[in-house]
């Protein structure tokens, strides 16, 4: 292997054993959830459907999981991240297309795949920022859906990049369709 192509690999190497360590899944209980993270950096609860669903965020190194309970079960997860290729100030995971894929399988309900139905990378208008949407049906006819988010920019001081990816059940999406403004 060329040193080219090391230097490449070892990146993502990196980045792929830190994505398998975060493995929140939607469906897992609350004590699961901080059994994984540890303490949580902040919690809140919201109004859905009329009762309490507590909100918690946590952060797991450089990355940043938001996760929403109801009836004492992950229904949304939200992972996100900011990175500086700053030689001076690195810091963060990027949250790339390849990252963004293994938390989506982790998230799998392993009885179909993830399809992606919407990419504004296949429009050519996206001016540096990348947005898709995917979705995926079990074999008892629950859906999840997902959002992905990343931006990135660099300057002659470095490259920074930023990268959401939020994963919805249908029962949550249902649920917030019911209030007046969503969550």
Request: net charge positive.
């Given at each position: 292997?060329?040193?080219?192509?090391?230097?490449?690999?070892?990146?993502?190497?990196?980045?792929?054993?830190?994505?398998?360590?975060?493995?929140?899944?939607?469906?897992?209980?609350?004590?699961?959830?901080?059994?994984?993270?540890?303490?949580?950096?902040?919690?809140?609860?919201?109004?859905?459907?009329?009762?309490?669903?507590?909100?918690?965020?946590?952060?797991?190194?450089?990355?940043?999981?938001?996760?929403?309970?109801?009836?004492?079960?992950?229904?949304?997860?939200?992972?996100?991240?900011?990175?500086?290729?700053?030689?001076?100030?690195?810091?963060?995971?990027?949250?790339?297309?390849?990252?963004?894929?293994?938390?989506?399988?982790?998230?799998?309900?392993?009885?179909?795949?993830?399809?992606?139905?919407?990419?504004?990378?296949?429009?050519?208008?996206?001016?540096?920022?990348?947005?898709?949407?995917?979705?995926?049906?079990?074999?008892?006819?629950?859906?999840?859906?997902?959002?992905?988010?990343?931006?990135?920019?660099?300057?002659?001081?470095?490259s920074t990049s930023s990268g959401q990816l939020d994963i919805r059940t249908s029962r949550y999406i249902e649920l917030i369709k019911r209030l007046p403004n969503g969550i």
């Amino acid at each position: 292997m060329n040193t080219s192509r090391r230097l490449l690999f070892v990146p993502i190497l990196i980045l792929s054993l830190h994505a398998r360590s975060i493995h929140a899944r939607i469906a897992e209980t609350m004590d699961q959830c901080i059994e994984r993270y540890g303490a949580p950096r902040e919690q809140k609860s919201l109004l859905i459907d009329g009762r309490s669903a507590p909100w918690i965020r946590f952060e797991k190194g450089v990355l940043t999981v938001e996760i929403t309970f109801i009836a004492g079960i992950a229904e949304r997860i939200v992972y996100r991240s900011d990175y500086s290729l700053n030689p001076e100030t690195e810091s963060g995971i990027d949250l790339s297309r390849g990252v963004a894929f293994l938390l989506l399988d982790r998230n799998s309900c392993h009885s179909s795949d993830w399809h992606q139905v919407l990419s504004n990378a296949d429009t050519g208008h996206h001016n540096g920022t990348t947005a898709a949407s995917f979705f995926q049906r079990d074999n008892k006819g629950r859906s999840r859906i997902a959002y992905y988010n990343y931006e990135a920019s660099s300057s002659p001081k470095g490259s920074t990049s930023s990268g959401q990816l939020d994963i919805r059940t249908s029962r949550y999406i249902e649920l917030i369709k019911r209030l007046p403004n969503g969550i």
